[in-house]
């Protein structure tokens, strides 16, 4: 959540960003805050004096009693009992101030850094790079017309695939569980596995430590990185024991910092995790869920940074430069996007997402999406680093991005490498695979 020192002391910044975001009510959400933080503030300066007053009043007490002055220590007694009184009142006020102030904070998103263009819906986001073409500053998803041509003649959706060459069961899916819970067989589950452990050997390759977290949650890790009270519509809950299924190994994995000061030596901290991931997924329709695009449980390798707040920036761009060179070592095509401010998410402070074509489907499929979410989350999770120069704790910035999920992945490659013999492996994956040919 945003700071309070940041609200205080660059207000008109916070409700620009805010407005950027497309916040409803930013002024309103933020006069609340300070209103709220103002009653803490003259609460807690009154305790102060209360407390004060009582330190001075109850050393008078003993004295008085000692120059048999008894009455007067009464009258101071009882002056120190009021003060106590007071001071519970007061500490009282103060702790359900802080509690409302809590709340409203948690109902405010990140604000977006200065570089996140204006807009407020997918079609606003720039498309800042691609491998088909060089961008401008004037690309944007709405204007965008480059889509290869890879002349396949009358290409398969990967469902169609899936079953043509017995990859994958949506069926069998649903009389186990329900739609959106595939099952892969043979050859798909083989890929399945190919990708990740090739995903791993390349975060490894890039300086990540592999950490293989649970899938369930406690609602306390989902307070940290921001899915609760937001996305708890999306998330499965088992409510017997109050736990969640992660919706990616973001929220389990950076929850490791929570409540940890760290060293400064020790940062950039690059952690990665593959996990099955669990999104309800509610409202979810139509053609664009149609096989792999949209599902209830998938597979998905998370990177996850913490960093200092002047290393973060390149900390993203690297990121950015690990989820790219995938997506070429895999010879799909794809374009990057910079998200406006009104297609971000909640937590995020700046956000890239990935995506790879279909040609089969004739669209651009989401296939990771990197995030800095600067102080936002370090502020729930209290992750802080002791500064080696002032000796003093700071914020820590936290990043994470997909690299990659394995859904949409494979449906790109199904799709984007059939033949009239089969399905072409790409040349990273053929030693994962064993094999260069889906048959």
């Known amino acids: 959540m945003l700071t309070l020192k940041l609200i205080n002391e660059e207000t008109e910044r916070v409700i620009r960003g805010l407005e950027k975001k497309h916040f409803a009510g930013a002024k309103e959400a933020i006069d609340n805050v300070l209103a709220v933080d103002k009653q803490r503030r003259e609460a807690q300066q009154e305790l102060d004096k209360c407390l004060n ?34 001071s519970k009142e007061l500490d009282e006020t103060m702790a359900k101030a802080q509690e409302e102030m ?40 709405g204007n965008w017309d480059v889509n290869p041509s890879l002349g396949i003649a009358n290409p398969l959706p990967h469902w169609e695939l899936a079953k043509k060459y017995n990859l994958i069961d949506f069926d069998l899916g649903v009389k186990i569980t329900g739609a959106g819970f595939p099952v892969y067989i043979g050859k798909g589950a083989r890929l399945q596995r190919a990708l990740i452990n090739f995903f791993l050997d390349e975060a490894r390759k890039s300086g990540y430590t592999e950490i293989m977290p649970p899938t369930v949650v406690n609602a306390a890790s989902g307070y940290g990185t921001g899915q609760l009270p937001d996305k708890e519509g999306q998330m499965y809950h088992c409510e017997v024991d109050d736990f969640y299924l992660i919706p990616t190994a973001e929220v389990p994995v ?17 952690n990665c ?23 209830h449980e998938f597979s998905k390798i998370e990177i996850v940074r913490i960093d200092k707040p002047e290393h973060s920036k390149e900390s993203h761009k690297e990121m950015l430069e690990h989820v790219e060179g995938l997506l070429k070592k895999l010879e799909l095509p794809y374009r990057i996007l910079l998200l406006c401010g009104g297609d971000q998410s909640f937590t995020s402070a700046i956000c890239y ?25 370090a502020n729930r999770l209290k992750c802080r680093y002791r500064n ?48 260069d040919m889906i048959d």
């Open 254 to 270: 950076t929850n490791i910092y929570r409540d940890v000061i760290l060293d400064e030596k020790d940062l950039p901290i690059k």
């Open 102 to 141: 809590t709340t409203l904070l948690c109902q405010i998103p990140n604000i977006p850094y200065d570089e996140v263009p204006e807009g407020k819906v997918a079609e606003d986001n720039h498309v800042v790079k691609s491998n088909l073409k060089e961008c401008t500053a004037n690309d944007t998803v």
């Open 273 to 295: 995790a593959y996990t099955e991931c669990f999104r309800r997924e509610a409202g979810s329709y139509g053609k664009d869920v149609r096989g792999l695009n949209r599902l």
């Open 388 to 435: 080696s120069e002032t000796k003093k704790t700071e914020l820590c910035h936290t990043l994470n991005g997909s690299a990659l999920a394995l859904p949409r992945i494979v449906a790109a490659l199904l799709e984007n490498n059939q033949t009239e013999n089969g399905i072409k492996i790409p040349a990273a994956l053929v030693p994962y695979m064993g094999c």
């Open 53 to 86: 007053e009582q330190k001075q009043l109850s050393g008078q007490i003993g004295r008085l009693m000692k120059e048999g002055k008894k009455d007067e220590a009464e009258q101071v007694k009882a002056q120190v009992a009021q003060l106590k009184e007071k």
């Open 353 to 377: 997402d990935f995506e790879v074509y279909s040609e089969a489907q004739g669209r651009w499929l989401e296939v990771s999406s990197v995030s800095n979410f600067d102080t936002y989350q």
